[in-house]
C-alpha cells in the first residue's frame, strides 16, 4: 500500500466524522420529534402534525439541526396557521421533556454513527481504527 493511499484515506477522516455527525444529529432529531409528538396536548392534532425536524444553516465545520413546531400547519377549526406552539409549551410542556428523554442518548447515537462513518475507511483495508 502506497504511502499517497494512507494520506488520501486519513484525510477522509474529518468528512466522514463529520458525516457521522449529521446522521447523529438527524436520529437525535427524529427521535425528540417522536417523543414530543407524544407527549404534546392534543385538540385538533394541528399542532402535534407540525412538530418536526428542519436543517439550519450548514458550515464548513458545523451543522445544525432543530426541532421545531408550529407555523406551517393550518388549524382545520379555524382556518389559521398553527402559530400557538410556545403557548402551548408554557402551559404544557413537550419539547423540553422530549428532549430530557433524548439527552441521555445523544453521546452514543454521535458515537456510534461516526465509528460506522471510520468503519467505511476501514473496510478499504488502509486504515485501521481500534
Known amino acids: 500500500m502506497s504511502l499517497h493511499v494512507?494520506?488520501?484515506?486519513?484525510?477522509?477522516v474529518p468528512d466522514k466524522l463529520l458525516e457521522g455527525?449529521?446522521?447523529a444529529l438527524v436520529e437525535v432529531a427524529d427521535l425528540m420529534v417522536g417523543y414530543a409528538k407524544v407527549g404534546v396536548r392534543v385538540d385538533t392534532g394541528?399542532?402535534?402534525?407540525?412538530?418536526?425536524?428542519?436543517?439550519g444553516a450548514d458550515t464548513t465545520h458545523q451543522r445544525?439541526?432543530?426541532v421545531r413546531a408550529g407555523g406551517?400547519?393550518?388549524?382545520p377549526g379555524t382556518g389559521r396557521l398553527v402559530d400557538y406552539a410556545v403557548i402551548v409549551e408554557s402551559k404544557?410542556?413537550?419539547m423540553?421533556?422530549?428532549?430530557?428523554?433524548?439527552?441521555?442518548?445523544?453521546?452514543?447515537?454521535?458515537?456510534?454513527?461516526?465509528?460506522?462513518q471510520l468503519k467505511t475507511i476501514e473496510e478499504a483495508g488502509v486504515l485501521t481504527f481500534r
Open 6 to 12: 494512507v494520506k488520501q484515506r486519513l484525510a477522509e
Open 21 to 23: 455527525g449529521e446522521q
Open 46 to 55: 394541528s399542532l402535534r402534525d407540525s412538530i418536526r425536524r428542519e436543517r
Open 64 to 66: 445544525v439541526m432543530r
Open 72 to 75: 406551517y400547519i393550518v388549524n
Open 92 to 94: 404544557w410542556p413537550y
Open 96 to 116: 423540553r421533556p422530549a428532549w430530557d428523554q433524548v439527552r441521555g442518548q445523544v453521546e452514543e447515537i454521535i458515537r456510534r454513527m461516526c465509528l460506522a
